[in-house]
């Protein structure tokens, strides 16, 4: 490949990709660090330990619902959404990496001690070291995945709320969360689209993908109120400038999800939320989350000393 | 409306990003037409590939027959005189 002429060459579009060394064709060139160049100090009048806090919030939901996701990986109705599933699975997953090592370098205190030698990076010491209780992710993100419609229901409440979050980080005061929310907005926007087509689709599909639409929205509607309370992490983030109270988003979120269910043609579910205040946020998780972090922890867990 | 068993076939084109042209990469199935960017896009170009996605239905297009190859390319074989092989191209033209 060395001789080739890539300016010349329009054969195939992986031509592109071989920046300059053909050896990392499998994985592509060109990758941009999300972070390239951002000061990555603690601004002044931001408490590291808040920031930390929050943002294991917004890491775990990313995490737990990564796993959940890349639960469909082989499983999906067919080849393409297999794919399209487990891409946002990772894009989640990436969001996650780079929040949870945010927390640790706020706030290190966070981060579970290893044995000594370990060569676990914080962030994956966050991932796989904490127990349940620590884990700061609401419930909504960690209940069972059921069956595509429940999935497409939650994946568009979920990247809606998550995508108005982010657009508001975009300008936080830390210049890491900042960048972080810019990088996951143009993922999340993909995401949210992605569940509105299917939402649309399944909507005006057949008689049993409406039906099964309907009562997916129903299961993950009274679980939605959670993202919106505001625990007191939060707030004190939104004080400081550096976060975004969750309570705020509620309008834009029910504005779009309203435009999405009068293309659907599906009313707006009359069910209470379930529980009050903040659950998942301060540690209060469901049963199914044990369960997922047994199966999401178990190797690494295994190998405090091993080398991935 | 009797209920299709299977989802439409679309072939998918990709335009590198040093491409010029729109490439056939693949094939994929989609409910409809946008659904069928989409899934272009999740399955061709998740390794950074393309700037550009065309998605076509399979049905849509014309193609030529293997049996009709000897009337329709044959006779163009041995017309040496339609190529331009007679005029010296600068060094510093692209994409001939």
């Not at chain 1, 960048?179 to 907005?185: C, D, E, L, Q, S």
């Amino acid at each position: 490949m060395d001789s080739h002429d890539l300016d010349l060459d329009h054969d195939s579009v992986y031509d592109g990709l071989l920046g300059g060394d053909a050896s990392q064709w499998a994985f592509g060139t060109d990758f941009e660090d999300p972070l390239a160049g951002v000061d990555t100090t603690i601004p002044a009048g931001v408490d590291g330990a808040v920031l930390a806090a929050y943002c294991l919030m917004l890491g775990d939901d990313a995490l737990v619902y990564a796993h959940r996701l890349s639960e469909w990986t082989s499983n999906a109705p067919d080849l393409e959404d297999d794919i399209a599933l487990a891409n946002i699975s990772l894009d989640l997953l990436g969001q996650a990496r780079l929040l949870l090592a945010r927390a640790a370098a706020a706030d290190p205190s966070v981060v579970p001690v290893l044995p000594d030698g370990s060569p676990v990076p914080p962030e994956d010491a966050l991932a796989f070291f904490r127990d349940e209780s620590a884990f700061r992710n609401v419930r909504y993100v960690e209940a069972p995945n059921g069956d595509f419609g429940v999935t497409i229901a939650r994946l568009l409440l979920f990247s809606t709320h998550r995508l108005a979050l982010l657009q508001r980080l975009a300008a936080s005061v830390d210049p890491v969360l900042a960048a972080i929310a810019a990088k996951g907005v143009k993922e999340v926007t993909y995401h949210r689209d992605y569940a509105g087509r299917w939402f649309v689709t399944l909507a005006r599909g057949t008689e049993e993908s409406r039906r099964r639409l309907v009562a997916g929205l129903a299961t993950v509607w009274p679980m939605y109120a959670e993202l919106t309370r505001c625990s007191d992490v939060e707030a004190r983030a939104a004080e400081q400038a550096f976060g975004v109270d969750p309570a705020t988003v509620g309008d834009e979120v029910d504005a779009v999800v309203e435009h999405v269910l009068a293309t659907a043609g599906i009313e707006r579910p009359d069910v209470p939320a379930s529980g009050t205040g903040p659950l998942g946020r301060t540690g209060r998780h469901s049963e199914a989350m044990g369960r997922l972090l047994a199966e999401m922890q178990v190797v690494a867990r295994a190998h405090p000393l091993g080398k991935w | 409306m009797t209920v299709q068993p299977e989802w439409p076939l679309y072939e998918i084109f990709v335009r590198g990003k040093r491409g010029l042209n729109h490439v056939h990469v693949g094939s994929l199935h989609a409910a409809d037409d946008e659904m069928a960017l989409r899934h272009a896009r999740d399955v061709y170009t998740r390794r950074n590939e393309g700037v550009s996605i065309w998605a076509v239905r399979a049905d849509l297009i014309v193609a030529s027959s293997p049996d009709e190859k000897d009337p329709l390319f044959a006779p163009a074989g041995d017309k040496v005189y339609r190529h331009p092989t007679f005029y010296a191209i600068p060094d510093d033209v692209p994409h001939m």
